[in-house]
């Protein structure tokens, strides 16, 4: 199937529509449409090889929704027309125990992600959501629910299950007690998710700029971390913080504030984070932990849960050719609180 994208040709170029050839209907495949695709930091780091795995040309793009337009022989769960959503990853070995278990996301064969992975079949890079089309296998394609506002699901496939699941594995529920530090995309959608559930949700964040914003998207406290008086008083407090920054920070101003037992969760940083201090840990049995996305049936929970409380991210929609504009935005965190690119803008081009 021929098709078109933006794709980058290397490290230093801007995104570029690209012609190219998506695979053939295999008979467990689904073949979509793409109508929205959110802007995900992952995607500027893979464009510009900052993590040095990048295969050129690349076209990013993993929160995806999109229309059923061709299903092959063997599928069984959707037909055309159907509305569908498909995240950071489109294979795995669906035999180890991690895929048995429903957490793909760390398939003991590797999990082929939406792009700049190679096909278990070929070996063809994969190419992600920053195009008209896409052809995935039925097992990795979600259902979107109908009453879910389809221009603003797109950043659910990874903003959102990237903090649903943290929040499930440690059980949170009506008053527990969840801090969020940072509130950029994933902090957002952290907010939500956790007031969602019923939790009693603070934001902690550096300076006072996003108090309003948090207030309105569900939270119950802002505190800032540069307070130390306001720090000490959240000493032994929280039950669960979710940090999402994504560059390298410091932990140790916010072990102090879990309660014994607690678990601070990275979901933002892959990389180095400043010396850990352990007398915070030692002395409260307090864990810092990682989380990675989410298995595709905890996803296609969260895209339940979320139609069911009606949460969805603040976004704002752009056109394709948008995009390299919008990658110099991110980089200043100059988003409330996702980009959404309305994939018709491409039909133009093409
Ligand atoms: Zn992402
Ligand atoms: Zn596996």
Redo the contacts with the bound molecule.
Sequence with gaps: MKTIGYCAHDQNSPLVPFTFERRALRSNDVAMEILYSGVCHSDLHTARNDWGWTTYPNIPGHEIVGRVIEVGSDVSKYKIGDHVAVGCMVD?????E??HHHE?QF???GMTQTYNSPDRQTGDITFGGFSKHLIVREEFVLNVPQTLDLSRVAPLLCAGITTYSPLKTWNVTKGSRVGVIGMGGLGHMAVKLAAGMGAEVTVISRSENKKADAMELGADHFLISENSDQMAEKASYFDLIIDTVPVKHDLNPYTPLLKIDGTLVLVGQIGPVAEPLTTPLIMGRRRIAGSLIGGIKETQEMLDFCAEHNILPECEMIRMDEINHAFERMERSDVHYRFVIDMATLEAEA
Excluded: D
């Design positions: 795995s070995c669906q035999e180890c991690p895929c793909e398939c003991e064969n």
